[in-house]
């Protein structure tokens, strides 16, 4: 039996002051919330239909508190249109990645993403590229933002997401001699440039693009080409496009089958 | 001065049957409303502020009406959280494209989407990589819808879009010896298979992937590999991203400086 105040809870977590509050964020879907638990991550509140709940064995997941509810409580504290059967709430993970931990790999950094869907986009795409890390400016939309999680489909239990001062981190990476680069109109074609595997892939804003501060840390300039090269076409490119071009042609270059 | 009767009107577009009912979709944003005016559309009703009627020369548009109105009016009749200076009523556009129409380049077909940004971020990035034509089985989220128009952020002022029954449309490219790509986890890696300058690109459904109807229609199956080859990950790619993985490395592989 789901309590009125176990539902308000769950929905106060839409809003960032409340979820650092509770140290907890939301979960919505089967498939995400099996990604998380079998990860090894111990969820705080498991909200489930018995059909979920025999679905789960006891090996794989650890909660505090599982409580069963109907279908008709779950949609009450979802934030889906289709809510699936099950809602979790886990205690937020922090994650602290170090420049020397960028060392012969490939990253992501992302200068203000400010759209929910892109970064989840972005972190199930890292994901699927094999990107361990993902270093958010402070400015990034919040990881734990119910759409972030939802978007990322259940990815979120695999890459590492740390938020920090990036022009510094970047700046830091530098000095460990990682390349860092970005994509400009002036960059070079990326299927013509040799592209290492070890580096930094940094992302700007949806609207502005890569903010000055962080263009100043970048060592190697990209540029996606349109096709055909003198046609008029979009300005730009969605950013999680764009990253997922760039991830592929990264991994491509490298690729052994 | 916008009327009532006007913002009524604006709203209820937000309506497939509506629009169907008054053959007319709404365009907001600048940028993608002097998108549609300057390749050669004509506007039923132009609703903008003085500061953006300004920025419009009597030579690069045509309207039946103009209505000036204050910001506060604007963001009374628009869907987004950031409203613009503008908003376009546009007669519905039809496409008629035909498999023959299909020779000689590259296309996409799309069964079954369901997501109104993936369309639109797909319909942008087709633009982006010259691909003048998208094929939509019937089920596909209606175009005009205006989260899909706001997603193709002007793009829909160059790309044809056409719905049809997908497995008919298919077949008759392929009497036409059309190759016809879908994407499958049993299908060749992108990054190996030589890939043609004629083709039509075909992408599932967000949750099923392509239907069984429409597989029967595949003529080269290909797959998006995911990285290290035998680490778990995600189970899948957002449909907008595999698509303009794919779209790139068609473009690469016969790409000229």
């Keep these: 039996m789901l309590s009125k105040n176990k539902i ?18 939301v979960v919505e879907g089967n498939k995400a919330i099996y990604d998380l638990l079998t990860s090894g991550l111990k969820a705080r509140t498991l909200v489930v239909t ?29 934030l889906l249109k289709n809510p ?3 809602i979790a709430l886990f205690p937020l993970i922090s994650s602290v ?13 992302l200068d203000t993403i400010q759209d929910p869907g892109n970064l989840g986009t972005i972190i199930r795409l890292a994901d699927w590229f094999g990107i361990e890390n993902v270093i958010c400016s402070e400015e990034t939309v919040d990881v734990f933002n119910p759409k972030v999680i939802q978007a990322t489909m259940g990815a979120i239990a695999r890459v590492k997401v740390r938020y920090t001062n990036l022009p510094q981190f970047l700046a830091e990476c530098s000095e460990l001699d990682i390349p860092v680069y970005g994509t400009f109109l002036n960059g070079d074609i990326i299927y ?38 003198d046609q008029p076409t979009s300005e730009s490119l969605n950013v999680a496009v764009a990253t997922s071009i760039i991830c592929s042609e990264f991994r491509r270059q490298h690729f052994i089958s």
Excluded: H, W
Aim: with cysteine; glycine share 4%.
């Design 8 to 25: 308000k809870l769950i929905k106060s977590l839409s809003d960032k002051k409340t979820r650092e509050k509770e140290n907890l964020f």
């Design 192 to 229: 013509k440039k040799e592209l290492s595997e070890e580096g930094i892939i940094v992302m700007g804003n949806e609207g502005n693009g890569i903010s000055e501060a962080v263009a100043d840390q970048i060592t190697d300039r990209l540029f996606i080409p349109s096709f055909p090269p």
């Design 97 to 109: 990645v170090s420049p020397a931990q960028m060392k012969g790999k490939l990253s992501l950094a």
């Design 50 to 78: 018995p059909k979920f709940l025999v679905s789960l064995s006891d090996e794989n997941y650890s909660a505090d508190e599982v409580i069963e509810a109907s279908d008709e409580e779950i949609r009450k504290c979802s």
């Design 84 to 86: 699936q059967q099950a």
